[in-house]
């Protein structure tokens, strides 16, 4: 029985192995299968070159968008073409920083790369960068969703710098070389960090209908935590959908991360307060905003001091014996020497530095002794009058509200200004942000579309390129060493209950049934068979003469050499055992021997008996011998007709023992 659940829980761990191989195997197959080539045709142009860099190939081809776009690019012809680089000065700053001559190139990733795949790239650190481009048509806010769709890759990390993007407004005076940080835009969105502030800006402006005065209006921050999608390297695509409801969402990679209303959900809001404070209103002079005030009827106590200190010096406490009242704690370093250009005229005169003093080191302190202090019982304070209800108090003043002058109400902030060009205008301390397929539509499914023929390759070439489950663990735990005792205690916990449930430990309950049980019965045997001695015996003693006394007396003694004999041979075979089994067992031992001693208690109290009952049988001759012959004849006579009279004996004597 042993054997075969052995065998079970063998088998089972054997299964449960292969299954999992099989799983990862049919994942890497379904991987693989995901990278056949979709079309056969030919991609426009030449076919791109297999990179002996990448290890994991597809074949890549321009996405062209389905459906109606205002803007779409892809740079995958390796210019800049449409495309417009910044010539102006930045305002308000020096000079030497002041114009946008950072460098924009085209170029495929550095990692991860997809052949044939290009972006644009910002290449210069610490300085002002600033390209746009036209779209197709404007774009004007009326009964149509607004998509807007982009990859960024933060290739070296972000210290400082942003990568958002703007939707530039349109103007009758709008040139693309003029863009800079003051033009007028419609809104802002993308990713931006600096130091640990992580963000993703959706900043719109919203027009006073008023005055027309434009002022931003920011969404809420996001709902997730965005520092992986700055510091792993890896493409991600962020996603803006407003819609005519005036509600929002920003995904990122096809994932919601924030939401919300345009009414709501923005500050400032887009609808000011109906009523305002007014700001010609003023507190009276006599206003009391004092709910408690001093008990003006209180008197400090005559035995009150407030110059007792709160600190005393302990007057139980005495200066250690030994203690080197003559001995400064610090003196002058005597392997100092002055430093050679030391110029006592422009530095002063030199001092070796002070280092502890050596012969304060074996003593309990040296200096003057002070005694420690200790809290003043006598200490109170600054006495200071309880405080009670102000009778006069009249709450918190606040200004009386008027209706706000510049009041409206806008239910439709989703009716913004129109845009018609799309521009980067940006400052990063680290360089290498590529960018890559823009695109502005009204329809989603759209914008999906297109990310699936382009981040979407990006994804599964960066998820194939990525290190193993146990590499990620190692890594992990090269950087973090007690990562170690949680793998060690995830793997040996299930292995031990495995272990323990399937292989229990069966030595200790066989010995203990060898040792214990075994005794006892053979103690209950021998019990019968002497109680099945003794009934014969004392059969014989009562049918018998007193010439038959000797040898029943033989008898007795037989049996009791037998038993010897026999505990004797027990205690070898147990000695045996007890050398077969080995130390570890030394517990049940012990508890075989405490058995084997009760048995020989038990042996002890047999011969007791035996030795009681023998008396009473030599009563018993003695008495037959003074009685008569006849007695002796009729008694015989009567143990051989009926018998009944030494079962009756018998009877009484086992009782008794009982």
């Known amino acids: ?92 700053v020096d000079d030497d920083i002041a114009k946008y001559d950072g460098k924009w190139e085209v170029e495929p990733l550095k990692e991860n790369r997809v052949p044939g795949d290009m972006g644009l790239v910002l290449k210069s650190r610490a300085k002002h960068h600033a390209i746009a481009a036209l779209l197709d048509k404007p774009f004007v806010f009326q009964d149509k969703p607004l998509v807007l769709q982009y990859e960024v890759n933060f290739q070296d990390g972000i210290d400082c710098g942003g990568a958002y993007i703007k939707l530039l407004s349109t103007t009758d005076n709008l040139d693309l070389e003029q863009f800079h940080d003051r033009t007028p835009y419609t809104i802002m969105f993308g990713p931006d960090k600096c130091g640990e502030d992580y963000k993703l800006h959706l900043i719109f402006r919203h027009k006073n209908p008023l005055n027309g005065d434009l002022e931003e209006k920011h969404a809420k921050r996001a709902d997730v935590d965005l520092k992986k999608f700055y510091t792993d390297k890896k493409t991600h695509l962020y996603t803006l959908v407003l819609s005519p409801d005036n509600s929002y ?129 006598l200490y109170k304070g600054k006495w200071k009058a309880p405080l009670i209800d102000n009778t006069n108090y009249q709450g918190v003043w606040r200004p009386r509200k008027v209706v706000n002058p510049d009041y409206f109400e806008d239910l439709h902030p989703f009716k913004m200004t129109a845009f018609y060009a799309v521009g980067l205008e940006l400052w990063s301390m680290t360089p290498d942000i590529y960018f890559d397929n823009f695109i502005i539509t009204h329809d989603k499914e759209v914008a999906n579309r297109w990310a699936s023929d382009s981040w979407g390759l990006k994804k599964l070439v960066a998820s194939a390129n990525e290190p193993g489950v146990i590499s990620q663990l190692t890594l992990a735990a ?101 050398e077969e089994e080995g130390e570890e067992e030394g517990k049940t031992v012990e508890s075989s021997r405490a058995e ?23 009563d018993v001759s003695k008495s037959n011998e003074t009685g008569s012959e006849d007695e002796m004849r009729d008694a015989d006579e009567g143990s051989q007709s009926t018998g009944d009279g030494p079962k009756q004996a018998v009877r009484k004597r086992r009782v008794r023992k009982d």
């Open 596 to 618: 084997r001693d009760h048995s020989q208690e038990q042996d002890g109290e047999e011969e007791e008996e035996e030795a009681e009952e023998e008396e009473e049988e030599e």
């Open 249 to 377: 969402e920003v995904l990122i990679d096809q994932s919601s991360v924030s939401k919300g209303s345009l009414l709501v959900d923005v500050v400032p809001p887009v609808n000011p307060q109906k009523e305002i404070d007014d700001p010609d209103d003023a507190k009276p002079e006599d206003w009391d905003e004092r709910a408690k005030i001093p008990d003006p009827e209180a008197m400090k106590p005559d035995d009150w001091d407030e110059e007792a200190p709160a600190k005393v010096d302990d007057p139980d406490a005495a200066k250690p014996e030994g203690w080197l009242d003559e001995e400064p704690e610090f003196v002058s370093d005597p392997a100092a020497d002055k430093p050679e250009d030391w110029d006592e005229e422009m530095d002063g005169e030199w001092e070796a530095p002070q280092v502890p003093n050596p012969a304060c080191e074996t003593a309990p302190g040296c200096g003057t002794w002070k005694p420690p202090m200790i809290n003043n019982p």
């Open 1 to 92: 029985m042993k054997l075969r659940l052995g065998w079970t829980c063998l088998l089972l761990l054997s299964l449960a192995a292969t299954v999992w191989t099989q799983e990862e195997g049919l994942e890497d197959e379904e991987d693989e299968e995901a990278l056949v080539e979709e079309d056969s045709e030919e991609a426009e142009g030449e076919e791109p070159v297999a990179d002996s860099n990448v290890s994991f190939q597809v074949t890549y081809q321009t996405p062209v968008p389905t459906g109606e776009v205002y803007f779409s690019a892809t740079f995958d012809e390796g210019s800049l073409d449409g495309w417009r680089v910044s010539k102006m000065m930045k305002e308000d």
């Open 478 to 578: 090269e950087e973090r060493p007690w990562l170690w005792i949680i793998y060690i205690l995830t793997v040996g916990l299930p292995v031990g209950l495995v272990v323990l449930f399937c292989w229990p430990k069966k030595a200790d309950d066989d010995y203990a049934y060898k040792k214990i049980d075994k005794p006892q019965r053979l103690a209950q045997e021998e019990e019968e068979e002497g109680e099945e001695e003794e009934v014969e015996e004392e059969g014989e003693q009562e049918s018998k003469s007193k010439s038959q006394r000797p040898k029943k007396q033989r008898t007795r003694g037989q049996q009791q050499q037998q038993q010897k004999e026999r505990r004797r041979r027990r205690e070898q075979e147990e000695e045996e055992e007890e």
